[in-house]
């Protein structure tokens, strides 16, 4: 298996540009996770799925960001507009149903917003 | 709110050494307990999964161990190596299905 892929894996933006991060989770995962990683922050969940169903965004920072995921296969986690402060890593990862199972996590996106 | 706190955030060894990093838990009613290790500029991969009920969890030169009652683990690390030099993250999942909530890292160097 692949493993989890993130596109893009380095993104640059200027401050208040649109910024859409990508993620195919693992086949037969039914379970897909976004995080965010900062030096200040550590890493933090924004948002869960389960069956392409939004169960847990409360850890979104706010209405600029959204995130989707129209299929079994894909999501996206976008940005608009971008801020400074929004520079991180971002982590998709996914994992099954089964509560014995671990998380399997994606390269991440690199995000640097001048 | 569940708090996760790793002692300590960095630690630096000679090759050969034995060592434990510790992880405590605010919360004690968790479904699961996992270790993570994270390279520089990588993602995280999984090292080990302790279930609630279960008290310790090995592979190979890991062993972690968990006192769900005290809210601590520890993950034992023998006979390092320069290529455990990692972040090793803990996290606490509540309730199956639900999300994760990490500490903040160890940052090991195993020096040759």
């Known amino acids: 298996d692949a493993g989890v892929i993130q596109s893009p894996r380095h993104e640059v933006t200027e401050m208040g540009q649109e910024v859409t991060l990508r993620c195919k989770p693992i086949?037969?995962?039914?379970?897909l996770f976004w995080y965010r990683q900062t030096m200040m922050r550590g890493l933090e969940l924004l948002i869960y799925?389960?069956?392409?169903?939004?169960?847990?965004d409360s850890g979104m920072p706010e209405d600029r960001f959204s995130a989707k995921m129209p299929n079994a296969s894909f999501s996206t986690l976008k940005i608009q507009p971008s801020e400074p402060r929004d520079s991180a890593v971002y982590f998709c990862?996914?994992?099954?149903?089964?509560?014995?199972?671990?998380?399997?996590f994606g390269p991440g996106t690199r995000l640097l917003v001048l | 709110k569940q708090e996760v706190t790793q002692i300590p955030a960095a630690l630096s060894v000679p090759e050969g050494e034995n060592l434990v990093l510790n992880c405590s838990f605010t919360?004690?009613?968790?479904?699961?307990l996992q270790w993570f290790r994270q390279d520089p500029g990588k993602g995280l991969t999984s090292l080990l999964l302790?279930?609630?009920?279960?008290r310790e969890q090995t592979s190979g030169r890991l062993n972690a161990s968990l006192d769900k009652s005290s809210g601590r683990s520890t993950l034992y690390i023998a006979a390092s190596q320069p290529g455990d030099s990692a972040t090793y993250l803990c996290?606490?999942?509540?309730?199956?299905?639900?999300?994760?909530?990490f500490g903040e890292g160890t940052q090991l160097t195993v020096n040759p």
């Open positions: 086949s037969g995962h039914d379970y």
């Open positions: 990862a996914s994992r099954r149903s089964s509560g014995k199972e671990t998380q399997y």
């Open positions: 919360d004690s009613a968790i479904y699961n």
């Open positions: 799925f389960n069956n392409n169903v939004p169960i847990d």
């Open positions: 996290a606490v999942e509540e309730t199956s299905g639900s999300r994760l909530t």
């Open positions: 302790i279930q609630s009920s279960q």
